[in-house]
């Protein structure tokens, strides 16, 4: 099975900083990477798939890139209603496999 | 609009089980392929098993292969997860999630959840 590893595994920063994720596949996936927000109290969002197209309605300081087996999810200026914990998934094959999230909280 | 409607959650004894249900409108529920996916409390997410678009196809993560049944009634638009043989460890949301697309597809849609607390 593939494993998908993300770091850090929570962060803390300022309102209008730039916030960056890193998720890592143990095996190459091409661009079957998707990312989700999970606010506090919900169930996930879809932000990110094909490791970077911006799903609508995302605003757009949410990026995604990379390929392979290394991602990377940008914020490119927090904002309080950012806070949140985001998942990137592989979902080339089962069992579709979620990283262990990012907790992203506002200084 | 899609919609994904869970239900069925509660509080079970150790070694009980609990049939979940998914009722999915705003789609052409047949033609699509479905998720479980489950989240302890204060953990992450946890991926739990998959159905083809017409009950064909059944995939299940290993922790709950040979205890959990996925299966679906295309007839009334609803998503099933029958949960057995349970563990202080199977206590979790539960939530449903639709593909985009073919198995090989991103979750566009979730749905809110329902509690599962396996408890003596």
């Known amino acids: 099975d593939i494993q998908m590893t993300q770091s850090p595994s929570s962060l803390s920063a300022s309102v209008g900083d730039r916030v960056t994720i890193t998720c890592r596949a143990s095996?190459?996936?091409?661009?079957?990477l998707a990312w989700y927000q999970q606010k506090p109290g919900g169930f996930p969002n879809l932000l990110i798939y094909a490791a970077s197209t911006l799903q609508s309605g995302v605003p757009s300081r949410f990026s995604g890139s990379g390929s392979g087996t290394a991602f990377t999810l940008t914020i490119s200026s927090l904002q309080p209603e950012d806070v949140a914990t985001y998942y990137c998934q592989e979902y080339i094959s089962a069992p579709w496999t979620f990283g262990q999230g990012t907790k992203v909280q506002v200084k | 609009q899609v919609q994904l409607v869970e239900s069925g959650g509660g509080v079970v004894q150790p070694g009980g089980s609990l049939r979940l249900s998914c009722a999915a409108s705003g789609f052409t529920f047949s033609n699509f392929g479905m998720h479980w996916v489950r989240q302890a409390p204060g953990k992450g997410l946890e991926w739990v098993a998959f159905?083809?678009?017409?009950?064909?196809?059944?995939y299940y993560a290993d922790s709950v292969e040979g205890r959990f049944t996925i299966s679906r009634d295309n007839s009334k638009n609803t998503l099933y997860l029958q949960v057995g043989s349970l563990r202080a460890d199977d206590t979790a949301v539960y939530y449903c999630?639709?593909?985009?697309?073919?198995?090989?597809?991103?979750?566009?849609?979730w749905g809110q959840g329902t509690l599962v607390t396996v408890s003596s």
């Open positions: 999630a639709k593909p985009k697309l073919g198995p090989s597809s991103f979750f566009d849609f």
């Open positions: 095996q190459g996936i091409s661009n079957f």
């Open positions: 159905i083809g678009f017409d009950g064909s196809n059944k």
